[in-house]
């Protein structure tokens, strides 16, 4: 046990994911108020799925799960319902839940056609390579995490609106008006909800001095049952209600936004507002077994990193090794290494850089990156850079899955970044902006808030998305739809997928079982496996110490999962996170 450290973590266990010797950007947000304690106990769940027969959403809140099946009742479809939805998160769990931020959307049609949507946010106009650093070249504290500059121009209304307009078809604005009814009359906050509201209070007075926006008005701390009425959020949603995308994107809104830019040495103007577009891009689809995996392109790493670790596994008998094993562990974190360093290196904005996607997931790369693979010992990180590849030039978010009954499939993950994102509350509008710039490479190997370490790939530019780990996917079984799936947490996104759908596809688990499973992870840097607590047995800790890993230990933070598994016989079953508020509902 003599590597094996109990570890207090902050928010997802993200300041212990940091590069020790690097210098670490801000690690600090609305899940420090979980701080592990030293006796920690293993989190068990025995959450059964939610079965159902029409339809199913698994969202991160309970109100956002029942506007959505309510619009599925309705006869809208499921990109009606993932619309609905992703407006009803925006005001029942404003951490993640947003219209200041962005996503992605992975969209399979009943007639088996998939479509990928990305809206993700963009580096605004006058953004610039070096604007996070100082004159020595250094990373300025908390610049790209706090605070007006470090928003990106969000993207999710338009990403809602287009997603309407080519596949809606339940009027646009019985979409909104569930959010607006939550917005107007209020949401009982759960004991979740409420403390993170309160957790967040210094640093939005810290950003928007003497705001009452998120305030209980007698000044009390809140507490589960209180009711959060966001009357200005109100008048945003009917906006967009009444005029779709230009309800944000221009009129008052954009002035509001714009103005609390400019008021703030925010650098996103109306000019940024205007032009911002999402963009449909073809979904990266690959064989894994007699599965079809359809995934999120970039900007997002999510589906390259996805179908990587899926491929460099697939030649091993992690059935028969059984789930956790030291084996399947092994093979697990040794491709977790290597495609966490190939994303650093290659992945970024396809609309400016040229990412090898074919090439990454091809048989031939992988077999060739797995070269070096032992099952003595473990990889040295430091040996495992991104590989090469000829003729080739680098938690908190909230997912949604929703199916119809006609089994048309929707996988959406959408973000702030972190709890709240920048933490600015647009004044007039009580709405949170991102700070997804830090998901840009701020500067060549110095890690995220996440870790992670980017490169030329994923440098800052004017207009230029910011890679992702966010990894919306949907899993076909023999021509058939068969699951929805994805998670907030950061880098632990990808990994955390990766494991689910193994879970079910390897290891024999209903949907529910794989998303309660215990889950690790490996992001090449720092290098150690970080593991919830009681996801390895002690056998399995001491074989893989034996080989030269090094573990860290921390509580029940990977994953949020929310999931549906199509059942042989065409039941539903909705998988939500025991983790969180996160919950099926299905009809
Ligand atoms: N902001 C987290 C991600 O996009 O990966």
């Keep these: 046990m003599k590597k094996y450290y109990i570890f207090a973590s902050l928010l997802l266990g993200i300041s212990s994911l940091s590069h020790a010797q690097q210098p670490v950007r801000e690690s600090k947000g609305f899940y420090q108020f979980l701080t592990d304690d030293p006796n920690q ?21 309970p109100e956002s799960s029942r506007v959505g099946t309510a619009i599925l009742k309705k006869g809208g479809n499921a990109v009606d319902a993932a619309v609905a939805v992703q407006f009803a998160l925006a005001v029942v769990h404003p951490s993640a839940g947003n219209i200041g931020g962005g996503g992605f959307m992975v969209f399979r049609a009943a007639d088996g056609k998939s479509y990928t949507l990305d809206f993700r946010e963009k580096a605004p106009l006058k953004g610039s390579k070096d604007m996070y650093l100082d004159a020595q070249g250094n990373v300025i504290p908390r610049l790209s995490t706090l605070g007006h500059l470090a928003s990106g121009v969000p993207g999710s209304v338009a990403g809602m609106a287009a997603a309407h307009a080519r596949f809606g078809k339940l009027p646009w604005a019985d979409l909104l008006q569930p959010a607006i009814d939550l917005a107007q009359k209020g949401v009982i906050q759960t004991d979740r909800e409420a403390r993170g509201l309160n957790a967040i209070k210094e640093s939005t007075q810290q950003v928007n001095p003497g705001t009452t926006y998120f305030l209980r008005s007698d000044g009390r701390a809140w507490q589960e049952g209180d009711t959060l009425v966001q009357k200005d959020l109100a008048k945003v949603l009917r906006a967009i ?37 999402a963009k449909w891009r073809e979904p990266i689809i690959g064989d894994y077994k007699n599965y079809k995996i359809i995934t999120m392109p970039p900007t997002s790493s999510g589906g390259v990193a996805l179908m990587q670790l899926l491929r460099l596994t697939e030649p091993y008998p992690l059935t028969r090794w059984g789930w956790n094993t030291d084996s399947t562990a092994q093979v697990m974190i040794e491709a977790e290494r290597r495609v966490y360093a190939d994303r650093a290196k290659f992945l970024g904005d396809p609309d400016f850089v040229d990412v090898p996607v074919d090439k990454l997931i091809s048989y031939d790369y992988l077999k060739e990156r797995w ?31 929703i199916v119809d009954k006609d ?69 076909e079984k023999d021509g058939q739809l068969y699951m929805v799936v994805g998670t907030p947490g950061g880098s632990t996104i ?94």
């Excluded at 009444?242 to 009129?251: H, I, L, N, P, T």
């Excluded at 990889?379 to 997912?399: F, I, Q």
């Excluded at 690790?520 to 074989?543: M, R, S």
């Excluded at 230990?553 to 059942?567: A, E, F, K, S």
């Design 41 to 61: 106990k293993p989190f068990y769940s025995d959450r059964q799925g939610v079965m159902a027969q029409q339809g199913m959403v698994a969202s991160a809140h």
């Design 241 to 277: 209600q009444k005029k779709g995308r230009e309800g944000f994107y221009a009129g008052r809104v954009a002035r509001q936004l714009a103005k609390e830019m400019k008021k703030n040495k925010g650098i996103i103007s109306k000019k940024d507002l205007k032009e911002y577009q």
């Design 371 to 401: 070269q070096d693979f032992s099952f003595d010992q473990a990889t040295d990180s430091k040996a495992v850079s991104g590989g090469n590849l000829p003729g080739y030039e680098s938690l908190e978010t909230t997912h949604f899955s």
């Design 407 to 475: 089994r048309n499939a929707v996988a959406i993950t959408t973000t702030l970044n972190g709890g709240y994102g920048s933490k600015v509350i647009v004044k007039g509008g009580g709405f949170f902006m991102n700070n997804e710039m830090d998901d840009f490479s701020v500067k060549a190997g110095v890690p995220n808030m996440f870790g992670l370490i980017g490169n030329k790939a994923n440098e800052i530019a004017p207009s230029k998305r910011m890679l992702s780990s966010m990894t919306p996917t949907i899993v």
């Design 494 to 587: 990808i990994t955390a997928v990766y494991q689910t759908i193994l879970n079910v596809l390897e290891h024999g688990m209903t949907m529910q079982q794989s998303v309660n499973a215990l889950k690790f992870h490996h992001q090449w840097l720092p290098d150690k496996t970080v593991f919830e607590t009681g996801a390895f047995t002690e056998n399995t800790i001491n074989k893989l110490q034996n080989r030269g890993y090094i573990l860290e230990q921390q509580r029940n933070t990977m994953g949020r999962m929310d999931c549906i598994l199509v059942l042989p016989n065409g039941t539903l079953e909705g998988a939500s996170d025991p983790r969180g508020d996160d919950t099926s509902v299905g009809y």
